[in-house]
Each structure stands twice: as structure tokens, then as C-alpha cells.
């Protein structure tokens, strides 16, 4: 089953991997991609608009949408339209339904062997849910890979065209697989694996994130009037959102990571100890199997006292007695994730959108969100919102 889905860690792939990648991230393809943030979150506050005057709704359907359709046309070079009018995506409840088989799977010993696993009734389903999305990206691999022949094909005739223009032509991730693809460095299976991997990491945690924010924003009307006047602010002296301006949003960067503290996308992370050491009085042995508890180093009242409150200020300054590794939403050090600077764009143009335009309300108690720990972190009873116009 962890084979299907592409749940791999072995050193030797992933440093192939990430060395592969980080090109992919670089900060004028980041910034070139801020244009497309724009125009899915201006889809995203339209069909927001129509939801005034309806009372509270859960809002993860319409985030889900538009995280999306960012992650396809900026990744993949080619918008799936999931924000369109029928507002539904097989895929997205594809993704969904693996995510809840995993999770139980990964509760449930006895069906870990696959043999066992494929006759049961959650393995046929997830084996239908593969289908859907392993037939999504390779589409998506297809349409792309025609045009990039073609530009390939264009550029070989044009030698005079400089680099930097090409570089404005080159999408990021996928072309960047698809270079190694055509240079020999990885097959069409490991091309589709790493897309099925980027496009869930790409979407579906970025989703977590701005869905848990837009509770808290809503459930502390203190905090969203100080987020209204630094938006308003920021939209008065700046048109467009670019890499450098978006820093001026200070209070909103605090509102995030105060609910990345709290309710972080990934909760858990494993890792396989390289070397002995010790983790106070105890020996963790070379080859262990290590779980780490973001959610719980998150709430260590060390580092953060009073860890249950919400309170995005203690973000404002640094306190430099605070270890390096206390707050660790993105994982860290060389191991940490890739995307975490485009997931921190994406969520600060996509609220700022919302909160330039909405008020946002709330009666859903902080105890009924019920997280659930699943593969990313999920509110089990949805986040439900009330939008009326500012």
C-alpha cells in the first residue's frame, strides 16, 4: 500500500530528489507565481460573495478549491478550474478519502500486509482512488510534456535568446522534472511519483493552513480589526502583492504562525535516527524509527507559556531564549520542507484577499473543531464561517 502512494524516505532518493527540486523554488519563479495567487484568490472572494447572507457555511470546500487550481496552474502550468461553477473536484475528494484509508490503515496493524489490505473493502476503494489521481497527474503530465517539446523545439532554433528569457518561459516544478526526464536522470514512474507527492503537499496542507487561520480570525474579532487595518494599510500603498512588500504584512505572518503553533498542518513527522545519541537520560539507538510530535513541542510551556492561548503577539518579537527547533510548522534543518516559503505566500495573499473584503464570524466553540490527526491535520466537524461584506 505506502509503496503505491509514493510514502518514501530512503537518503540516497530523497537527496537526489531535493537537489533535483530546489531550483524549482527559486525567488523570481516565486515571485512570477504570485500573479496566479492573485487571480485564484479574486475567484476564490467571488464565490465568497455568493455565500453573504447565508449564514454560517463550512468554508474547506471553497479553500480547497482554490488551493488547487493554484498548486495546478502554478506547478503543473495548467489550471484545472475546481473553483469553476460546479465547484466539485473527483480529485480533491480523492485526495480526501486516501488520506482517511492511510490513516486508519496506519491504525490498524492487521491490514498493513497488502495481500490482506486488497481484499478488503477500504483497499478497493483506495486502489478506485488511485486510479483518479494517478490518471489526474498523468494527464496533466501529457498536456505539459507536448508543449514543453515544443518550446524545447522552438529555443534549439532560436540560439540567440538569452537566459534570462528562458528562465521567464521555464515552469518551475514540472518542466524541471521533465528536463531530468529527457536528460535520463529519472524514468516516467519516478516523474509521476514525485508530482502525485508535490501536488498533495502542495494542496491539501496549504488548505489545512489557511482554513484553521480563518477560524481564529473569525473567533477573535480583536485580532481580525488589527489584520483589517494592516491590510487596509498595506492594499492602500501597494496595488499588486510582489516577494518584498508581502514582508510589510508583519501581524498577519504572526496570525499564521501562532496557528501553525497551535494547529499545525502536519502534526507528525517520522525520521530514522543516522547515528546514536541521546534525548536526555535515554539512548535512541542507529536505525530507530522516530515519531515527532509538532503538535505537542509546539505547546511546551518552556518555550511557550500559557501554550493553550491563542495569541499571535508572542510572535512579534524574537526571543532568543527560545531553541531554534521549538517551533519547526515546516520541519527542519536539511531535511525540512521545500515548499514552506510558497506555502507562506500563497496563505498571505490568499487571507489578505479574504480579509480585505469580509468580516468573518463565527458561533463554532474552539472545542468542536475536534482536530483530528489524520495525514494532515483535520478539523473533524469542518471549519463553519459567517462572511458579510466590509
Given at each position: 500500500?505506502?509503496?503505491?502512494?509514493?510514502?518514501?524516505?530512503?537518503?540516497?532518493?530523497?537527496?537526489?530528489?531535493?537537489?533535483?527540486?530546489?531550483?524549482?523554488?527559486?525567488?523570481?519563479?516565486?515571485?512570477?507565481?504570485?500573479?496566479?495567487?492573485?487571480?485564484?484568490?479574486?475567484?476564490?472572494?467571488?464565490?465568497?460573495?455568493?455565500m453573504v447572507g447565508k449564514g454560517e457555511f463550512d468554508v474547506r470546500s471553497h479553500i480547497a478549491n482554490c488551493t488547487l487550481d493554484i498548486i495546478t496552474e502554478t506547478a503543473m502550468g495548467q489550471c484545472v478550474n475546481a473553483q469553476g461553477d460546479d465547484g466539485n473536484s473527483e480529485y480533491i475528494y480523492s485526495v480526501k478519502r486516501m488520506t482517511d484509508i492511510i490513516s486508519y490503515?496506519?491504525?490498524?496493524?492487521?491490514?498493513?500486509?497488502?495481500?490482506?489490505?486488497?481484499?478488503?473493502?477500504?483497499?478497493?476503494?483506495?486502489?478506485?482512488?488511485?486510479?483518479?489521481?494517478?490518471?489526474?497527474?498523468?494527464?496533466?503530465?501529457?498536456?505539459?510534456?507536448?508543449?514543453?517539446?515544443?518550446?524545447?523545439?522552438?529555443?534549439?532554433?532560436?540560439?540567440?535568446?538569452?537566459?534570462?528569457?528562458?528562465?521567464?518561459?521555464?515552469?518551475?516544478?514540472?518542466?524541471?522534472?521533465?528536463?531530468?526526464?529527457?536528460?535520463?536522470?529519472?524514468?516516467?514512474?519516478?516523474?509521476?511519483?514525485?508530482?502525485?507527492?508535490?501536488?498533495?503537499?502542495?494542496?491539501?496542507?496549504?488548505?489545512?493552513?489557511?482554513?484553521?487561520?480563518?477560524?481564529?480570525?473569525?473567533?477573535?474579532?480583536?485580532?481580525?480589526?488589527?489584520?483589517?487595518?494592516?491590510?487596509?494599510?498595506?492594499?492602500?500603498?501597494?496595488?499588486?502583492?510582489?516577494?518584498?512588500?508581502?514582508?510589510?504584512?508583519?501581524?498577519?505572518?504572526?496570525?499564521?504562525?501562532?496557528?501553525?503553533?497551535?494547529?499545525?498542518?502536519?502534526?507528525?513527522?517520522?525520521?530514522?535516527?543516522?547515528?546514536?545519541?541521546?534525548?536526555?537520560?535515554?539512548?535512541?539507538?542507529k536505525g530507530t524509527s522516530i515519531s515527532i510530535m509538532i503538535s505537542a513541542l509546539h505547546r511546551d510551556p518552556k518555550n511557550f507559556p500559557d501554550p493553550d492561548r491563542f495569541d499571535p503577539d508572542r510572535f512579534l518579537t524574537e526571543d532568543r531564549n527560545i531553541h531554534p527547533y521549538a517551533f519547526i510548522p515546516f520541519s527542519a534543518g536539511p531535511r525540512n520542507c521545500i515548499g514552506?516559503?510558497?506555502?507562506?505566500?500563497?496563505?498571505?495573499?490568499?487571507?489578505?484577499?479574504?480579509?480585505?473584503?469580509?468580516?468573518?464570524?463565527?458561533?463554532?466553540?474552539?472545542?468542536?473543531?475536534?482536530?483530528?490527526?489524520?495525514?494532515?491535520?483535520?478539523?473533524?466537524?469542518?471549519?463553519?464561517?459567517?462572511?458579510?461584506?466590509?
Amino acid at each position: 500500500m505506502f509503496s503505491k502512494i509514493n510514502i518514501y524516505n530512503t537518503g540516497s532518493r530523497w537527496f537526489k530528489s531535493r537537489k533535483m527540486l530546489t531550483p524549482s523554488f527559486h525567488y523570481n519563479i516565486l515571485n512570477n507565481f504570485l500573479i496566479v495567487m492573485q487571480n485564484q484568490s479574486n475567484i476564490l472572494c467571488n464565490n465568497l460573495d455568493k455565500m453573504v447572507g447565508k449564514g454560517e457555511f463550512d468554508v474547506r470546500s471553497h479553500i480547497a478549491n482554490c488551493t488547487l487550481d493554484i498548486i495546478t496552474e502554478t506547478a503543473m502550468g495548467q489550471c484545472v478550474n475546481a473553483q469553476g461553477d460546479d465547484g466539485n473536484s473527483e480529485y480533491i475528494y480523492s485526495v480526501k478519502r486516501m488520506t482517511d484509508i492511510i490513516s486508519y490503515q496506519l491504525q490498524s496493524p492487521w491490514l498493513w500486509p497488502d495481500l490482506i489490505f486488497n481484499l478488503h473493502p477500504l483497499g478497493k476503494e483506495a486502489t478506485k482512488c488511485l486510479k483518479v489521481l494517478h490518471g489526474f497527474t498523468n494527464k496533466m503530465i501529457k498536456d505539459r510534456s507536448e508543449l514543453y517539446l515544443e518550446n524545447r523545439k522552438k529555443s534549439s532554433n532560436n540560439k540567440d535568446e538569452d537566459e534570462e528569457s528562458r528562465g521567464k518561459k521555464k515552469l518551475a516544478f514540472l518542466d524541471t522534472l521533465l528536463d531530468k526526464l529527457h536528460e535520463g536522470e529519472i524514468d516516467q514512474t519516478m516523474l509521476r511519483e514525485e508530482v502525485d507527492t508535490f501536488m498533495f503537499e502542495g494542496h491539501d496542507t496549504t488548505l489545512a493552513g489557511i482554513s484553521w487561520t480563518l477560524y481564529f480570525i473569525a473567533a477573535y474579532p480583536d485580532v481580525q480589526k488589527k489584520l483589517q487595518k494592516e491590510i487596509d494599510n498595506f492594499y492602500g500603498e501597494n496595488e499588486e502583492p510582489t516577494l518584498t512588500n508581502l514582508k510589510k504584512l508583519i501581524y498577519l505572518e504572526c496570525v499564521i504562525k501562532e496557528v501553525q503553533r497551535l494547529y499545525p498542518s502536519v502534526a507528525v513527522m517520522g525520521r530514522l535516527a543516522a547515528e546514536n545519541f541521546k534525548v536526555g537520560p535515554y539512548e535512541v539507538k542507529k536505525g530507530t524509527s522516530i515519531s515527532i510530535m509538532i503538535s505537542a513541542l509546539h505547546r511546551d510551556p518552556k518555550n511557550f507559556p500559557d501554550p493553550d492561548r491563542f495569541d499571535p503577539d508572542r510572535f512579534l518579537t524574537e526571543d532568543r531564549n527560545i531553541h531554534p527547533y521549538a517551533f519547526i510548522p515546516f520541519s527542519a534543518g536539511p531535511r525540512n520542507c521545500i515548499g514552506q516559503r510558497f506555502a507562506m505566500i500563497e496563505e498571505k495573499v490568499v487571507l489578505s484577499r479574504i480579509i480585505q473584503r469580509f468580516n468573518l464570524e463565527t458561533t463554532q466553540k474552539r472545542e468542536e473543531l475536534e482536530p483530528s490527526l489524520e495525514l494532515v491535520l483535520r478539523p473533524l466537524n469542518g471549519i463553519r464561517l459567517k462572511f458579510t461584506h466590509r
